[in-house]
Every structure is written in C-alpha cells, then in structure tokens.
C-alpha cells in the first residue's frame, strides 16, 4: 500500500512503474512504436512515459488515475511546470484531482506557472481541455506547429490558486 500525500488523493510513484506506463498507454498522447520495443523484455526502458527532465508521477490507489508533472526545456518556448499526461479512468472527479495536483507541483516548484498542452484533434469532446478549465486553467494559445491548444494556471501570492 502507497502512502497518500497528505491532503490529496495521490501517492508519487516513478517513471517506470509498469502499472503507471498501462494506464498512460490508453491516453491519445501515448506513443506506440511500429518496432513493438516496449513488448520487449529487454527493453530497458519499456515502461518510461514521461521524457527528459525533472518529473514528479502521482497516482491514485486503485491505479484508475495518472499525473505526471515535467519540468524541461521546452522546444515550442514554453516557460514552468507542464503537465506531460493526466489520464482519469476512476470515479474521482477529474477536477479535483487536477487541484490536488497542482497543490503538489507548488510544493515542489514554488511560484510556478504550470501548463499543458490539449490536442484537440485526439479527442472527442466539444470543450478541449474541459477538466482543466473547471479547476481554473485558463487558454493561453495555440502552438505554432501543431496547433495544439495552450492551458495554464498561475499560483497566487498566498501559495493558492486563483
């Protein structure tokens, strides 16, 4: 049993954690190689899914929810924290998880802007990014290659969100 972190529904696990990669390969951004490498055993690493950089992968208990927070260098010139995957298949609502986590992100990176990035082409719903617009994430444009839509959310000075 994972230890919850406290005031949240989330415990922090790693990269590689199998479990963690099944539940992100069932999310439209998952990458799934023409080679089949990540069916290989070998494969040393087979279950990483967040990339390069600074990574902070929460969980919930019944394995129905995945965030993985990313900090790097950004090619498309995105500055802060960015949410790489946030995939809900549980009964938590998707908002509520949204600000439990970015309550954790703060912790770890003070002051941050966080933002993620929405394919609104990969998904089916009329309101891309829906989830995040409910827990206060506002638009902040477009990418330039993709057109991928821009969503983000700045702390307040108190350390909580507006």
């Not at 600000?99 to 703060?106: H, K, P, R, S, V």
Request: net charge positive.
């Amino acid at each position: 049993m994972q230890t919850l972190i406290p005031g949240s529904n989330w415990y922090q696990t790693k990269d590689c954690n199998p479990t963690a990669y099944n539940l992100f390969s069932r999310h439209y951004s998952a990458r799934h190689y023409q080679d089949n490498r990540r069916q290989r055993p070998g494969y040393r690493n087979r279950f990483s899914f967040v990339g390069p950089g600074e990574k902070l992968v929460l969980m919930t208990p019944d394995c129905l929810a995945l965030f993985a927070w990313r900090k790097f260098i950004d090619k498309s010139g995105q500055q802060g924290i960015n949410c790489a995957v946030f995939r809900n298949e549980g009964p938590i609502l998707s908002s509520t998880l949204i600000l439990e986590a970015e309550q954790i992100a703060w912790q770890r990176w003070p002051g941050e802007r966080l933002y993620t990035y929405v394919n609104q082409h990969k998904i089916t719903s009329p309101n891309p990014g829906y989830c995040f617009k409910c827990a206060g994430w506002t638009f902040a444009g477009l990418t330039s290659k993709l057109k991928l839509t821009i969503l983000e959310k700045f702390p307040t000075l108190k350390g909580h969100t507006q």
